[in-house]
């Protein structure tokens, strides 16, 4: 009876630790070798209050188009992206279905959705908001890649890097309540260093161990799907300046069409180009990837912004397409530097250097319209601007056809 009794105390324990694993549970394990999976819900919901965040930061710049604007709108950008990706990353490498993956989850979603709330405030003291929020999500990330060393000392050495730098930053976001406007152009860039640099340390302690890590085919879908949240405020921009336009007017549509027919090209050559392509193996390659996102994205919200007033009469259109012009280049010449860094099918491989190539010399081609400053009207720029994309969609397109692809299969 008493040996019985023991069983079952022992199998009551048991169980306990099986249920309280599988309730919250440690990170999962580090393994360099990605399992193919499929993204979860959970993490469209994350990305979800992105859409939120990008909107705000992206409006606050379509109000403020200087060069100051501009600053700012990167720096946040910047730190926006770099707290997607820290949230996304450990959810790809130390997600599991426990509690605590999902308590993480809500808790980065409640942050950004503050930072969402202080973006946008009007008050003398919308700076000190936005800092803290910042700071919380500082302190936040910090602790997502420190818990990882907590559970797994195996892992501790690796994510050292990433606690020391991250408090750095931290107490570099503190020290800006304390110091003049102007020592701040020195903190920002500290801080956004402090922040993107871990992973480079800590890739060379992973190579001392014979590891390396690759970007999984997960995130490479995850970072396309944040591209399409960017996409969606460039529409959103054409819809806003649409609606300061006289909508009785022919040319109002006309205009609708043809911005959201330059919205689609860039999507085309972008999603035809960049999408459903694994990143070459390497840690290297990928971080390089990973940071290419950034010109990319930002200058997407450059057009995005720009739209939003590219249509309204009182605006002066010369500098805004000027702008927009440097934009286009910018977008186009990172796509050109992405592909250098994916794996492409053999068949398509002796096409990759002229699409680069046409890439380049487009995007010169709009730094070129812009340094002119040709100016022939909200129409005939949009003309010009949508048949300088189209001539390159139609030589992408014949490189392609040119292979006979389909008809060797």
Not at 288 to 299: G, K, Q, V, Y
Not at 362 to 388: C, E, K, P, R, Y
Request: with cysteine.
């Amino acid at each position: 009876m008493r040996r019985t009794l023991r069983i079952f105390i022992l199998l009551q324990r048991m169980s306990l630790k099986v249920n309280t694993s599988a309730w919250w549970g440690p990170p999962r394990k580090f393994d360099p070798r990605f399992e193919e999976r499929r993204i979860s819900w959970l993490e469209l919901f994350y990305d979800l209050v992105y859409v939120i965040a990008i909107a705000r930061i992206t409006h606050h710049l379509a109000l403020h188009i200087t060069w100051s604007g501009f600053l700012e709108y990167g720096g946040l950008f910047i730190l926006i992206f770099w707290g997607w990706l820290n949230g996304s990353l450990y959810h790809d490498i130390h997600g599991t279905t426990g509690l605590r993956t999902r308590l993480m989850t809500l808790w980065q979603v409640m942050i950004i959705a503050a930072l969402s709330v202080t973006i946008d405030d009007a008050s003398a003291k919308r700076f000190e908001y936005v800092t803290i929020v910042l700071m919380v999500m500082q302190l936040f990330i910090t602790y997502l890649w420190w818990s990882v060393g907590f559970y797994d000392k195996a892992h501790r050495r690796y994510n050292i890097p990433y606690t020391i730098l991250y408090l750095l930053s931290l107490g570099l976001m503190g020290l800006s309540f304390f110091v003049s406007p102007e020592w701040m152009k020195c903190i920002v860039p500290l801080v956004i260093l402090c922040n993107y640099a871990p992973p480079f340390i800590s890739q060379q302690l992973l190579r001392r161990s014979s590891l390396d890590l690759s970007l999984s085919s997960s995130m490479s879908e995850r970072l396309g799907l944040f591209t399409i949240i960017v996409f969606g405020e460039v529409v959103l921009g054409v819809v806003n300046g649409i609606s300061k336009a006289d909508i009785q007017l022919f040319s109002t549509w006309l205009h609708f069409a043809l911005a959201l027919s330059i919205v689609f090209t860039l999507w085309w050559i972008f999603f035809t180009l960049i999408s459903n392509r694994d990143a070459k193996k390497g840690f290297t390659r990928a971080s390089l990837l990973e940071l290419l996102f950034i010109p990319t994205l930002i200058s997407l919200g450059l057009i995005a912004s720009c739209l939003s007033y590219f249509f309204d009469p009182h605006q002066h259109i010369n500098s805004l397409g000027d702008v927009f012009g440097y934009a286009m280049a910018c977008f186009l010449t990172c796509i050109s530097l992405m592909m250098g860094l994916l794996d492409y099918p053999d068949t398509a491989k002796p096409i990759k250097r002229p699409v680069r190539v046409s890439l380049f010399v487009t995007a010169l081609v709009f730094t070129g319209w812009s340094l002119s400053g040709i100016n022939l009207g909200t129409t005939w720029n949009l003309v010009g601007l949508l048949a300088i994309l189209i001539v390159e969609i139609v030589y992408l397109n014949s490189l392609y056809y040119a292979l006979n692809i389909e008809e060797e299969k």
